[in-house]
């Protein structure tokens, strides 16, 4: 159901193509115009002068006055960057969180704003203001502003298509952050992309524009109810929003000061490839997609194999492989059906045509856990309503309804001689390679890459191509732009290996204090309790055991660089 029904007559997708003649490599800052304070008035006045376009959201002139919100807005600005810590913010009151609805900003609409008292329980606890409202069209967003605010905004990111409003980060408010989420621009299940059918609004909002326009009307909001601009911008996602995060720091590179990116999904079109390529290996008979190919029993064995030959090459023998690369394991030793083997080796291989690579291959790791190959590779663990597993999905959605606009779209039947031509279009809006970062490298914006080497959803080794693509490019790369290989990490979580890291802790010491990520601390928490730590280097470095002391301690690790 829609909790904020449109209350505009349905309009049909308007087209957007002069957004995608070429890639966009620069943007102006969000611009929240200089406030003036009146002090005859206690006003906050933001003037419409100098508008640079039309998707630049600024503060109408006198408004915050004319809703009543600037005396609420004065008494709880935080202090200047620099000031030290902000002092806790408590005059924010249920009035002013009210009054909200009534400010007026360009193509944005509140909708509701309503105080949420402090809770004891639940991923959200903090006392807030809950702000929702529509941008442009149909972006939803849901905004929420905490009564003690730190100055600073932090943006979540969603997952898959998204369709509801998402964000991955809305725990930061217990921080003191001010955080958004958004739909992108649609509604409707994680797997499923009927919604971009013949719409290229949607289909441009969910690429690229949907975060960028919420992250500058969350500011606007932010703004007029706090009374001044956050000090500090951040952004952290994992799968979709790891790739929302590439987009980010490529298109709009002054959005955000710091910006974390998990397991990034940002090459659609070369995944979508290799996800049907997979498809035709496991399923090839689309009659039968509730048989999967490999029983969950074969895919354990295939798992316990390669571990036998490769756990223990990194000096560690403890269910992890460190670095999948390095693991020799001949697939034709297995004690599978030729038919099978011949699966497992399309899965292992680049996905090519005659022109070459078009996405880089599945390592080792992850064959035998529920929420790994079963769920999103080969069949038999959780999936969803639009396939047998999901990156069955996700790849004859991508052609289905982002390439094609064709329901009937047959994915047996695809061969990718034509795929560079028939992706051209949808790529443009849809894929975040680009690795030029150095419009935000000027803006000062510090990016950091994580994704899990037992990852069967997003081939880790797509996040070290563009990993090395940036580096080749800036060889100073390591000053704003680091990546951290999780070793036996599934999907954003789950697997063997430690997998829980305080990134936005990680990030704001970055930003804020100018230290570097050198060595970060991954843990494996059992019912709350961690059980192993070890570092996470920046690649290419890895973490070797000194040979003394539990090899479950951090401790007793150091980063080297391989030979």
């Avoid at 193509?17 to 005859?40: C, F, G, K, N, Q």
């Avoid at 039968?288 to 000096?315: Q, R, Y």
């Avoid at 059906?337 to 680049?350: G, T, V, W």
């Avoid at 959780?382 to 779209?409: E, S, Y």
Wanted: overall charge neutral; aromatic content about 8%.
């Amino acid at each position: 159901m829609d909790d904020h029904p449109d209350d505009r007559p349905d309009q049909p997708a308007r087209p957007l193509r002069h957004l995608l003649r070429e890639p966009v490599r620069r943007s102006a800052e969000t611009v929240v115009e200089p406030i003036d304070r009146d002090s005859s008035r206690g006003c906050i006045i933001a003037p419409m002068t100098g508008m640079k376009r039309p998707l630049t959201v600024r503060l109408m002139a006198g408004v915050v006055c004319a809703t009543g919100l600037c005396g609420a807005a004065m008494a709880a600005a935080p202090p200047e960057p620099g000031a030290g810590a902000p002092a806790a913010q408590t005059s924010t009151s249920a009035q002013a969180c009210g009054q909200l609805t009534s400010l007026k900003l360009p193509d944005i609409r509140i909708t509701d704003a309503v105080v949420v008292p402090a809770a004891t329980t639940g991923a959200v606890r903090a006392a807030h203001c809950r702000v929702d409202g529509i941008v442009g069209t149909e972006i939803r967003i849901t905004l929420l502003l905490p009564d003690q605010w730190n100055g600073k905004f932090f943006m979540g990111g969603g997952g898959g298509f998204v369709g509801s409003i998402q964000n991955s980060a809305q725990t930061s408010v217990n921080d003191g952050y001010a955080t958004v989420g958004t739909d992108t621009g649609h509604q409707g299940n994680g797997t499923d992309a009927g919604w971009a059918l013949n719409n290229l609004e949607r289909q441009v909002n969910f690429g690229y524009l949907a975060v960028h326009r919420t992250a500058e009307a969350a500011k606007s909001i932010i703004t007029g109810y706090y009374g001044r601009a956050a000090s500090r911008n951040y952004f952290s996602g994992c799968s979709r929003g790891g790739g929302q995060a590439f987009m980010e720091a490529q298109r709009f590179p002054n959005d955000f000061d710091g910006i974390i990116a998990g397991a990034p999904a940002f090459d659609w079109t070369g995944l979508a490839a290799q996800n049907v390529s997979n498809a035709q290996a496991v399923f090839p008979d689309p009659r039968k997609l509730g048989t999967p190919m490999f029983t969950l029993d074969e895919l354990k064995l295939v798992e316990s194999k390669i571990l036998d030959a490769c756990d223990a090459s990194d000096g560690v023998k403890d269910g992890v492989i460190d670095d999948p690369r390095q693991c020799r394991f001949d697939v034709n030793t297995l004690p599978l059906s030729e038919a099978k083997k011949a699966a497992l080796k399309k899965i292992y291989a680049s996905t090519k045509n005659g022109e070459g690579e078009i996405y880089p291959p599945q390592p080792f790791g992850g064959e035998g856990q529920l929420a790994g190959w079963p769920a999103w590779i080969a069949g038999g663990g959780p999936a969803g309503p639009n396939g047998p597993t999901l990156r069955f999905a996700f790849g004859t959605q991508i052609f289905k309804f982002l390439v094609f606009n064709d329901p009937d779209w047959d994915y047996s039947r695809y061969e990718l001689s034509r795929w560079k031509q028939d992706t051209a279009l949808a790529a443009s809006y849809l894929n975040a390679t680009n690795p030029d970062l150095s419009v935000f490298k000027a803006h000062g914006g510090k990016l950091i890459l994580w994704h899990g080497w037992a990852d069967a959803a997003l081939t880790p080794l797509a996040s070290i191509r563009y990993h090395e693509q940036v580096y080749t490019r800036d060889s100073g790369a390591a000053d704003y732009f680091r990546t951290f290989m999780l070793p036996g990490v599934l999907h954003c979580a789950g697997g063997n290996g430690p997998d829980t890291v305080d990134w936005p802790s990680v990030l704001a010491d970055w930003v804020e204090k100018g230290r570097a990520p050198d060595r970060v601390v991954a843990k494996k928490m059992v019912n709350g309790v961690p059980t192993r730590s070890r570092p996470l280097c920046p690649y290419p470095q890895k973490a070797v055991y000194s040979g003394s002391g539990s090899t479950d301690d951090e401790q007793n690790f150091v980063c080297r660089r391989p030979n």
